[in-house]
């Protein structure tokens, strides 16, 4: 079955610098990317997703890229805010049944 | 638009127990996906269901199943409870078109504790 490795565990960062996390699958046959940013006692909330046809999607402060020959793809959030602090999973999804990563705490510190 | 909604929030059961965990979609998504979320195995797939068929399944035991009714909301049961599952059981509903591979949008999670 797909595996989805994702890194690092934990991330820490200023305000105002950017984070970025890496996440490799094992299945090339997934077609589609998804990124979700968890907050305490809060469901996992989409914030951006990418399909096998694309490279690179942005939405304001955030960009995710994608690898498909490598089979990586990555996270990126430029100056970030203490309202990001949160633990951050990527998937990689074949069909409906998607793969998560074990997910990434980032802390920005103000 | 109310989002995902689960009820009860949380729950505590001992060990032999049945418990059935409840969700309610966005109105208008008919794909309704439960995952369970542990810190040691992370956030795993359970079943999905659209309309009223289970279309998919990931490696659980029997003693996990669910169900989806005409109006879209579904339920999730576990028997025979086991120390190991106590988790955040999450449900995620989708929207409909786009084929597969649609954006998932979670409720807030049933935190079940079994003693």
């Known amino acids: 079955g797909e595996n989805v490795e994702q890194h690092p565990s934990t991330l820490s960062v200023q305000e105002g610098d950017s984070a970025v996390i890496k996440c490799t699958y094992s299945d090339s046959a997934s077609n589609y990317f998804p990124w979700y940013k968890q907050e305490l006692g809060k469901g996992p909330q989409l914030i951006i997703d990418i399909r096998s046809n694309v490279g690179e999607k942005k939405d304001q402060r955030i960009a995710v890229t994608l690898n498909k020959t490598a089979k990586h793809f990555s996270l990126h959030i430029t100056e970030t805010q203490p309202e990001d602090s949160a633990v951050y999973f990527c998937?990689?999804?074949?069909?409906?049944?998607?793969?998560f990563g074990r997910g990434t705490s980032l802390i920005v510190h103000p | 638009k109310a989002g995902v909604t689960q009820t009860p929030r949380y729950l505590i059961k001992t060990r032999g127990q049945q418990v059935t965990l409840s969700c309610s979609p966005i109105s208008g998504h008919r794909s309704v996906s439960w995952y369970q979320q542990t810190p040691g195995q992370g956030l795993q797939f359970l079943f999905e269901y659209f309309s009223e068929t289970q279309r998919n399944k990931g490696n659980f035991p029997g003693r996990f199943s669910g169900r989806q009714f005409s109006n879209s909301r579904s339920e999730m049961n576990v028997s025979t409870l086991e120390l190991g599952d106590s988790a955040l059981y999450l449900c995620?509903?989708?929207?409909?078109?786009?084929?597969?591979?649609?954006?998932?949008?979670f409720g807030p999670g049933t935190r079940l504790t079994v003693l």
């Open positions: 998937a990689a999804s074949k069909g409906y049944i998607p793969t």
């Open positions: 995620a509903s989708s929207p409909p078109g786009r084929g597969e591979n649609n954006e998932q949008f």
